[in-house]
């Protein structure tokens, strides 16, 4: 490890590590080492070990609504991930495939995208059948119509995405699922990419895996008046700090800048969040920086789910205030108009070239 990474160790306080209350663990879990693992790991932290009698998930429920919510999001589950994890789904427009180490979240967003996506009370699984999810990638390996179709990622290869339903680094101190994915895609000879983003900073366990540079870490970040909304998350700061570490192990990086919203004096704020963001990489040699703008927006189901989690909640959900779209799928969502979605976007493509020059942006929605 170099000085210039021992010193940023230790300009940063030691990273916040979440404590589930209770882990919920099924006969099946335990039948693997992996998950036998996670139990260790939980009952050292001083978790509640229940290991229950068959592989069904009880006693999530509360008297109320917010009371489910909180029994859930105190719990971590471990189960074994169901064959339909094994199948693979593409993930427009960040990669070409999906893989699931995990599924739910220890964190407290209160424009949390997962809200309307996932059934039932919001509990963190944890999949104990990691080398079976890790054995079923290689068929996928060449195929794909995001990066492996794309002209300008094309060099990028066949790319999974570990952080759709999750952030594996918020709960990486229980799982060790993430060193392992990480590992598997260094050793693996092919055009891969693994990807994953994150609003965490518990990087240091991750700085010495040979990588081999198969690895996207990305930092969810926002301006300081919207970062509020992100309750039991590292600071904006931490998270920064822990990309730059990233950056001086190898890795390649990226900020998905989220969600993006017409706060006051957005463009200020914004601009000061892209300063901060070029400060922590400016003397990285060889950087590899990608940045993914995403835009606040909700459906009519996450909006109910939503104010049932977080009752008094001042995030901006007006609908008449909003663009109404219809998706794909046939559902609604609402979105910023296409007048302020124009000039937010014009600012961003304008201030990222200004203070992060050689990033490339690879999307906005």
């Avoid at 998950?35 to 932290?45: D, H, K, N, W």
């Avoid at 996506?117 to 919001?122: A, C, V, Y």
């Avoid at 559902?331 to 992060?356: C, H, Q």
Wanted: net charge neutral.
């Amino acid at each position: 490890m170099n000085a210039g990474l021992a010193l940023d160790e230790r300009r940063e306080a030691a990273p916040k590590l979440w404590r589930p209350k209770r882990v919920l663990v099924t006969p099946a879990a335990l039948e693997w080492d992996h998950g036998r693992a996670i139990v260790e790991r939980a009952a050292t932290l001083g978790s509640e070990i229940v290991e229950l009698k068959s592989n069904r998930l009880i006693g999530l429920g509360g008297d109320n609504e917010r009371q489910s919510y909180v029994n859930a999001k105190t719990t971590l589950a471990v189960v074994v991930a169901p064959p339909s994890k094994l199948r693979l789904q593409p993930i427009p427009p960040s990669a070409d495939w999906r893989v699931d180490l995990a599924e739910g979240c220890p964190a407290h967003c209160q424009y949390c995208y997962l809200a309307g996506s996932l059934s039932g009370p919001p509990v963190t699984r944890v999949y104990a059948n990691l080398s079976e999810i890790l054995g079923s990638l290689a068929d996928y390996a060449g195929k794909g119509a995001v990066t492996s179709r794309s002209v300008d990622r094309t060099h990028e290869g066949t790319t999974f995405e570990a952080s759709c339903y999750t952030d594996p680094l918020g709960i990486e101190h229980l799982t060790g699922s993430l060193a392992e994915t990480i590992a598997h895609f260094g050793s693996w000879q092919a055009p891969v990419q693994l990807r994953f983003t994150t609003k965490y900073d518990a990087i240091p366990p991750l700085l010495g895996i040979a990588h081999e540079r198969h690895t996207r870490i990305r930092f969810s970040v926002n301006a300081k008046p919207a970062a509020r909304f992100e309750g039991g998350t590292a600071s904006v700061a931490a998270r920064l700090n822990a990309m730059r570490l990233a950056a001086l192990a190898g890795y390649r990086i990226g900020l998905t800048i989220a969600p993006i919203m017409p706060i006051d004096n957005w463009r200020v704020a914004y601009a000061a969040l892209l300063e901060d963001a070029a400060a922590a990489t400016r003397d990285v040699s060889d950087l590899d920086l990608t940045v993914e703008l995403i835009t606040h927006r909700f459906t009519p189901g996450s909006k109910t789910v939503l104010n049932g989690w977080y009752p008094g909640s001042d995030l901006d959900m007006d609908e008449p205030t909003r663009a109404r779209k219809t998706t794909k799928f046939n559902s609604i969502k609402y979105v910023y108009t296409s007048d302020i979605m124009k000039e937010m976007r014009g600012f961003f493509e304008g201030a990222i070239r200004d203070y992060l020059p050689t990033a490339r942006i690879l999307y906005w929605t």
